[in-house]
């Protein structure tokens, strides 16, 4: 193995197969998908695979993954609040399970539980209007008091001595952890094989609409005609809207996250504090991987700061004090497009050929797999499926909100 | 951490404040004709402009007032901070 690799290193890594090609830029393509992430990938995949639509090009600015979906605290879960969410997630979470299968490669899916702790009576109420709307909907969610949560984590502080004690939690099985970069790349991956065109570093600079609709991409590298264009571009959605003059209800904000330095495996489940605003878990490495809420302001700027971090620590060691000489090794920061409800906003707008798959906010991850199968199938059948239409564009204009914002993050 | 210059206190650590959104122009107004469609959506409707926009702040922290800032929402540059007006 290892003079295969010297013999490969000392031929510039010539004969290693590609997983994905560069396949030269064609002047038209049937769909034009804008963004290379989970979403924007998984929509390529299911429209190859389950609708036989390969005339598609996805146009990633930068490199595959390079967005949200390289940088989120790879959380996969279901335990919404909302029945329209929950039963959105809830196929996403079961998509998930099946899709090293599906991909041929291995994306890690370690379905290790997740615990969503309450420190008060109104949480506590909260999480059991969520065990009940997401058991109504067949998933796996119930209310746990500290009896059974120190048998699920056994290194949390459960006793009176946290400003804010766990009163209880709501367990779900079901949630875990994923290797996120593994999701794009077996997405990518596969879409390849099916003929989809994957353009890394080409960005688009204008889309042009005549009669109100889509008949063209402008991008860096040329022009391409087509009359169906697919808006996956999260943090950056508002700009590509911009381009045909549509206005989207979405406010644009970093998230950051960090990781620590390895350290023995002593965490078995996800915890997610919304009280103290943090989401933990361990890796497979070792490493603790956390998050807490988005920058408190409008920003396209990715860079991380002392708050967040000092902010961050603060909570998690109110519930593991032990963890308090454990170094943080790296902190980053990813866009994330934020909606009113805390809800995406999916399918078709007033401007003909223009769709969306935005307003993914800090719950886009999760959902890659559930949106890559709908919105093909809108694209195929030119119809909304009935699972994403509560989360129209025009519920903006009729105030049908979808409010998931206690369930979906950890903000104020 | 980034500064922001409160027009009563002075240059300020930015954790003292809270941001109040951006600053909408051209909103529809009832008098003149506006859907109730129209004016309900406009509260969700946004600009998030990547450059400079004009934005409420409060200074929760501190004094308590709030004022206008103009900030690059990607290399934080704050051109200037001042207090509402009435327009003439």
């Known amino acids: ?412 | 951490m980034l500064i922001l210059t409160c027009p009563n206190c002075g240059e300020r650590n930015i954790t003292e404040f809270r941001f109040g959104g951006e600053i909408k122009r051209n909103s529809p107004k009832p008098e003149d004709g506006a859907s109730d469609a129209l004016l309900l959506a406009n509260l969700y409707l946004k600009e998030n402009r990547l450059g400079v926009q004009k934005e409420w702040w409060y200074h929760r922290a501190g004094c308590g007032i709030w004022f206008i800032a103009e900030r690059h929402t990607k290399t934080q540059v704050v051109e200037q901070t001042y207090l509402w007006e009435p327009q003439p």
Request: glycine letters at 10%.
């Open chain 1, 1 to 412: 193995m290892s003079i295969k690799l010297i013999k490969q290193a000392l031929n510039g890594h010539q004969s290693l197969i590609p997983m994905w090609r560069q396949q030269p830029m064609r002047d038209s393509y049937d769909i034009v998908i804008i963004g290379g992430g989970v979403h924007g990938l998984a929509t390529a995949h299911y429209l190859a695979k389950n609708h036989g639509i390969t005339n598609v090009a996805v146009l990633e600015k930068n490199y595959i993954g390079s967005g949200g979906s390289g940088r989120n605290t790879t959380i996969i879960r279901s335990n919404y609040l909302t029945p329209e969410g929950v039963l959105f997630y809830d196929e996403s979470v079961k998509l998930y399970e099946n899709l090293a299968h599906e991909l041929d490669f291995n994306v890690m899916f370690s379905q290790r539980g997740h615990l969503t702790l309450a420190h008060n009576d109104s949480s506590l109420r909260t999480m059991r209007w969520r065990a009940e709307v997401n058991q109504l909907q067949g998933v796996d969610s119930r209310v746990v008091y500290p009896d059974e949560i120190k048998k699920l984590a056994p290194f949390m502080d459960l006793t009176d001595h946290p400003r804010y004690p766990v009163m209880g939690a709501l367990y779900h099985p079901p949630g875990g952890i994923i290797r996120h970069d593994a999701v794009v790349w077996g997405y990518a991956r596969d879409a390849d094989k099916r003929g989809v065109h994957i353009h890394q570093k080409t960005e688009v600079t204008g889309i042009t609409v005549q009669d109100n609709r889509v008949t063209g991409v402008q991008t860096n590298r040329g022009t391409i005609r087509t009359s169906t264009v697919l808006n996956a571009t999260a943090g950056w959605s508002g700009l590509i809207a911009d381009m045909v003059g549509l206005q989207l209800p979405i406010e644009t904000r970093p998230l950051q996250a960090c990781v620590t330095e390895p350290l023995k495996p002593f965490l078995d489940v996800v915890v997610v504090s919304g009280t103290l605003h943090f989401y933990l878990s361990q890796s497979d490495r070792g490493e603790l991987v956390m998050g807490a809420e988005v920058d408190p302001f409008t920003s396209y700027s990715m860079d991380s700061t002392l708050e967040f971090v000092e902010g961050l620590a603060g909570h998690v060691l109110e519930l593991f004090p032990s963890l308090a000489k454990v170094r943080i090794l790296r902190q980053w920061a990813g866009l994330c497009d934020m909606t009113p409800d805390y809800s995406p906003i999916m399918g078709f707008t007033p401007v003909e050929g223009f769709l969306l798959d935005v307003g993914w906010g800090t719950y886009g991850f999760k959902a890659g797999p559930v949106s890559g199968k709908r919105m093909a199938e809108l694209i195929a059948t030119s119809r909304t499926p009935e699972l994403i239409a509560p989360f129209s564009y025009d519920r903006f204009y009729t105030g049908k909100l979808v409010g998931e914002k206690g369930a979906a993050s950890v903000g104020h």
